[in-house]
């Protein structure tokens, strides 16, 4: 299944719509970086889109590099040096205090891409540093439904449909609305990852899972082996 968008505004290649991104606020993703980076340390945001965490993040003081590879996302982003490229693809001879992989892309269904994604993580964080990655826990993954989802005063979030279409992987569309009017849709495939998958596929980047830092275990902070 290849990742598809529906709905007002500009749509980024993986299915994003990008006016409905910008109305989102942080969910504490600045705080959790804030924990595993030294004050004033550098964090590459990989996967930034329009700034949503980059924001909070250079208001802490962080010197961000919001790294996205749509051109429409990273216009909006502002105070974070910005480059425009695929995550798999970025080689910027450079390392950071941390790298932060978020909106569970390491659940990708293709495993190919899931390591291409993690060796762009190794092979641009400190030694000593460390890389956040947001992920789906299989736990997580199994209470997948129709209809589940939130709301935030006028903006709401729905898992509109959710298939299992092969062992482990699963093709869904979330539906987001906002006001009355403003509707668009998000499909995309996702793999059931267990604690030994991630551990493996971390393991096969030179990275080792170092601890949960939520309760709800979908961030993890991995560090070099």
């Not at 945001?45 to 590099?65: D, I, M, N, S, W």
């Not at 964080?125 to 990655?133: C, E, T």
């Amino acid at each position: 299944m290849r990742n598809t968008g529906t709905g007002p505004g500009p749509i980024t290649p993986d299915g994003s719509p990008v006016d409905f991104y910008s109305l989102l606020d942080p969910t504490g993703e600045p705080e959790i970086v804030a924990q595993v980076t030294p004050p004033g340390g550098s964090v590459l945001e990989l996967g930034a889109g329009v700034g949503r965490v980059t924001h909070p993040l250079v208001a802490l003081g962080f010197q961000v590099v919001a790294v996205d590879e749509s051109a429409e996302m990273l216009a909006r982003v502002r105070g974070a040096r910005t480059v425009r490229a695929r995550v798999q693809d970025l080689r910027l001879g450079e390392r950071f205090d941390t790298v932060m992989l978020a909106s569970q892309l390491v659940n990708t269904a293709d495993e190919s891409h899931r390591q291409d994604l993690l060796a762009a993580c190794a092979r641009h964080v400190k030694p000593g540093g460390a890389v956040l990655i947001q992920w789906m826990p299989a736990e997580a993954h199994d209470r997948w439904h129709v209809g589940m989802g939130r709301r935030d005063g006028d903006i709401s979030i729905t898992m509109a449909a959710v298939e299992e279409v092969s062992p482990g992987v699963y093709e869904a569309t979330m539906r987001y609305t906002h006001g009355e009017d403003q509707v668009w849709t998000q499909s995309f495939s996702s793999r059931r990852l267990t604690d030994d998958d991630l551990a493996r596929a971390l393991a096969a980047e030179g990275l080792r899972l170092n601890r949960f830092l939520t309760e709800d275990r979908t961030w993890v902070a991995a560090v070099l082996s």
